[in-house]
């Protein structure tokens, strides 16, 4: 399974059950990713999708139901029950220190870094995206 995931410098994903930030950028970078494939999200996740409605499946089992070529979009929900069929991580990091209350489950010594780059966002001056994969 392929998971795309945005955390702060402390491995924060969300506060209050509410994303942190959110950059269009980013969006666009992960549309443009996942090339012919899909992107599966819930629907908390779908309205910053709404440029790339044709990339997007929203589903409430959408861990479950992401094909081999499709990358699963987490904000908000436990991942920690996939943990071991998660594979492959598209870790993009805001290169900030947000408050947070959910933080990364996964232990990401297991993964190693296959590749990195860093782009300016449209709310960050400084987004680094990092593939990681098992």
């Not at 819930?42 to 861990?63: C, G, M, Q, T, W």
């Not at 998660?86 to 993964?111: A, F, G, M, T, V």
Request: glycine share 2%; aromatic share 10%.
């Amino acid at each position: 399974m392929k998971i795309a995931i945005c955390i702060d410098d402390r491995n924060g994903r969300s506060f209050n059950k509410r994303r942190q930030s959110r950059d269009r950028k980013l969006i666009e970078d992960l549309a443009a990713y996942v090339n012919e494939g899909r992107i599966f999200m819930n629907s908390y996740s779908a309205p910053l999708f709404a440029d790339f409605a044709d990339k997007i499946e929203v589903r409430d089992d959408f861990l479950e139901a992401a094909g081999e070529n499709d990358v699963c979009f987490v904000e908000t929900t436990d991942i920690t029950p996939y943990a071991d069929r998660i594979d492959h991580i598209i870790l993009y990091r805001w290169n900030r220190h947000y408050p947070s209350d959910k933080k990364l489950e996964l232990d990401l010594s297991q993964y190693t870094l296959v590749s990195s780059c860093e782009f300016a966002g449209s709310s960050h001056e400084n987004i680094t995206r990092e593939e990681l994969s098992r």
